[in-house]
């Protein structure tokens, strides 16, 4: 069970401090445990720190690890940059696509899986490849991709 959003910045708050170089951790800490940063998470960082919500939300927005907006309990990222594309990204997608029945950035209704696509990850020499939930798959195929988020709980 996942705490509740002000509990969450208040805690980053304690452990961080409420300056504005605390800023990454804090919504690190609240879109790890939600899976995003919700607007009231925002607003009580803004707050918290003396500074607009719009700040902070052009910080959640910058950075593609962090969303404004719910996903799913898995979040599966698959590389779109050059050396992925060209090994086959276009294929795992459309093939993580028809299964799933999610595009990019789509969650699936029972809240199960995120699909996202996400520059370069470092892993070119290993293409293609994703990070599920943090983790690096590699050298994907279609069929490999699908049965690795097939198997998420
Ligand atoms: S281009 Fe995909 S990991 Fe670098």
Redesign the pocket.
Known sequence: MSRDPLEIVEAGFSEFGNHRESIMQILTLVNDELSFVPAEAIEAIAEGMKISSAEVYSVVSFYSFFSSRPRGRNIVRL???????MAG?GEILGALTEEFGIGPFETTQDHRITIETTP?????DQ???MLVNGEPCTQLTPEKACEIVRNLN
């Open positions: 590389c779109s940059t050059i050396s992925c594309a990204q370069c990850i470092g892993l070119c293409a293609p490849a």
